[in-house]
């Protein structure tokens, strides 16, 4: 198989720093696909199975549309073999297995004329195999991927087929859709992974003898450990000759990817992915993770693929907002914290150098990002981030005044889980340092319930000493608590923003922040300037109340409106 012109830069030598690569890297170019040969030994095929095993996974059933998109996409993404369903299981199977190779499997999408191949799976019956090739034969490159179990248990408990039949059965299944004018046909061995060794090698010699072009090593139910699928594929590589091998393995324990790598390592050169490694019961090997680390680990591994890692990000995205699967947080490569930072050792390593805890860089899955994002403040941050993000904010502090800052930070930060911009601009104040408490809580009641009004009492002591009490209802019991506060304050303001968030929990603790502006139509102001407040607590209405007389006391202090002012 040809190597295509496009430059290769990937590797880091080994020092584990970030991988960069161009797009598209030695993608073969289709002209010169042979179906069971690859010129250059280090190339590895991908198979991107996201529209069939993917759809396997219970919910994730996408639509002929939907699947034209994604076909697309993986065009795209540069994947060698795109399985395009199980034709046989549906109309919409077939339909959309059809249009995939009559569309993407006809026509270069992208820039260089990469078309892919266009597999559908077929169990070994001639009925199956027939409807395959229907819907696939008019792909440039057309594949039928026919499978039978060969392990003890699938072979007496579910097929109930001899030894001997289920080798005359794959034998003449593959012949028969080589007979159709199909030359590109895979044979799957379903659940290898638990089959015996010496009659799952016959079985495969057998069918190479018949046909077969690449020979697919299914790790099933995700049983193997990683020494092991490398050992099982070590093995059929050297007691087989003349079709490609295969993985394509599970993850119910959790080795999906380790164990795919570990038989591209021992000789496998197609790996079986989907996009964010959806697929039957926990799903397959991600494209994703088995990708970057095939990029990311090239002095170690020593091998290379056809796909431009940049359309990863977006390819992820497509495929789970069609199925509705949506990635955890902590999904490697395509979570949203993967390259997220929160502990301040981090965030200082990684804004002097982003090597120093970030081994891919995020621009090469497609996302692109600033230097200082991908820090995110919480409880566990530094003075290092804190510092970084207020200079992004425009505020350049340094010393003691970054101190107090810091200080205020990790107090507020215990009880917060996610700090927004307007919250550290919160914090901000060299206005702080000079502010005046004017009024301050003293004690509230809070009647509420389904029968009569929400009614609150407040009493406000004055930093002069005076004490007053005001009750008020209002539409719910926070409105009646500032209702009640605004009787007494006398202050005219507008309310812009009431947040509250509430740190999970039975001892919930709510975390309350106000952002007000005094009314221009009682009071001359300069601008049109905001002042916030936070007040943090076990109850919503006192730490809205606290954070309501935190932004009243900033407004009042800083415009000189003192109690005694507004009184008189
Ligand atoms: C490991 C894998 O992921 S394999 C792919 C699994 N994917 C799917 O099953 C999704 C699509 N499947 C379907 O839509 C349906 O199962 C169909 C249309 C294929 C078949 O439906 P039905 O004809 O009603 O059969 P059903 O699914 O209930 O049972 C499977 C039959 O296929 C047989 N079978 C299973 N695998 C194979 C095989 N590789 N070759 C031949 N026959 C097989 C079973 O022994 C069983 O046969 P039986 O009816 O004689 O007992
Ligand atoms: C059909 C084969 C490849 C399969 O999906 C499996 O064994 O998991």
Redesign the pocket.
Known sequence: MAISDQSVTTGNGGSGEVCTAAAGENRPSHPNYIPNHIDNPSYVRILDTTLR?GE?APGAAMTTEQKLDVARLLAHLGVDIIEAG?P???PESFNAAKAIAIDVGCHPVIAGGHVPVIGV?A???KKDIDIAWDAVKHACHPRINT???TSDIHMKH??RMSKEVVVKTAVEMVAYARSLGCNDVAFAA?DAGRSDREFLHHVLNEVIKAGATTIII?D?VGYNMPSEYANLIADIKLNTSGAIIATHCHNDLGFAAANTLAGAEAGARQLEVTINGIG?RAGNAALEEVVMAIKCRKELLGLHTGIDTKYIVAASKMVAEFTGLYVQPHKAIVGVNAFAHESGIHQDGVLKYRGTYEIISPEDIGLSRSNESGIVLGKLSGRHALKARLLKLGHDVNGKELDDIFARFKEIAGTKKNFSDDDIEALVGNENDHLKTIWSLVDIQVIHGTIGFPTVTVKLISFDGDEKISCSTGEGVVDAAFKAVNNIVQVPVILKKYTNSAVEGIDALASTRVVISLDSNDIKTQNDRTFSGIGTGKDITVASVQAYLNALNKAMSLKNLSAKIIRA
């Open positions: 095993d396997q199980f046989c299981s549906s799976v169990r070994s019956n499978f039978i179990a579910k097929l379903e299914p099933t039957e």
